[in-house]
């Protein structure tokens, strides 16, 4: 599964235009970042893709990339993002009910542990990025919101969904930062 969203990340990003993304739409795919140490609840990075494959993307003032950049996709690579998504996880991951399972295993392997005498585990990870999904395909709207999810499917081997949630992160950021994407204004501070 992630090795079909990296290709076709790579997919779309290869066959892209510079844009005329004039006419208004509705977004389809959106992912915000906001980075953990910034002193800003801003975006630091902000993707955006429409039904009709406008791809728009911001990076703050603190960024070396910082602009507001367009492109569109090609229809065979529209077409092909439609069939990602609907395929994907992501389309209808519930974040709240993936977040219960993996507290309510934590809880019961630190219970486990205090049982054998062992001394209980802490995972955190400070100043991590916070990630914002937002997929609206067909009728179903999916909105996904996850604390330093690289890092956490890194340590949770075991959680498939973290896995599958990272590379479709990965995916639109890759599409995002498309080298044939033109900068369309600058970020103010």
């Keep these: 599964m992630i090795?079909?969203?990296?290709?076709?990340?790579?997919t779309l990003a290869c066959g892209a235009v510079f844009a005329n993304c004039h006419s208004p739409q509705a977004p389809w795919v959106t992912l915000e970042v906001v980075a953990?140490?910034?002193?800003?609840?801003?975006?630091?990075?902000?993707?955006?893709?429409?039904?009709?494959?406008?791809?728009?993307t911001r990076y703050a003032a603190f960024d070396t990339r910082a602009g507001t950049y367009?492109?569109?996709?090609?229809?065979?690579?529209?077409?092909?993002?439609?069939?990602?998504?609907?395929?994907?996880?992501?389309?209808?991951?519930?974040?709240?009910?993936l977040r219960a399972r993996?507290?309510?295993?934590?809880?019961?392997a630190n219970a486990t542990r205090v049982a054998r005498g062992e001394a209980r585990t802490?995972?955190?990870?400070?100043?991590?990025?916070?990630?914002?999904?937002?997929?609206?395909?067909?009728?179903?709207?999916?909105?996904?919101?996850?604390?330093?999810?690289?890092?956490?499917?890194?340590?949770?081997?075991?959680?498939?969904e973290l896995d599958t949630l990272v590379a479709f992160i990965e995916a639109v950021q890759h599409i995002g930062a498309s080298e044939r994407k033109a900068k369309v204004a600058e970020v103010t501070p």
């Design 3 to 10: 090795r079909h969203f990296l290709l076709v990340a790579g």
């Design 36 to 56: 953990g140490e910034a002193a800003t609840n801003d975006a630091a990075e902000f993707v955006e893709i429409t039904q009709s494959g406008c791809v728009t």
């Design 70 to 97: 367009q492109y569109e996709l090609t229809p065979a690579e529209i077409a092909s993002l439609h069939s990602t998504i609907a395929s994907a996880p992501q389309a209808t991951l519930d974040a709240h009910a």
């Design 102 to 108: 993996i507290v309510a295993n934590d809880a019961a």
């Design 122 to 160: 802490l995972w955190t990870v400070s100043d991590g990025d916070s990630y914002r999904i937002d997929i609206a395909e067909g009728p179903q709207h999916n909105l996904i919101a996850w604390y330093a999810p690289k890092q956490e499917a890194a340590h949770r081997r075991d959680v498939a």
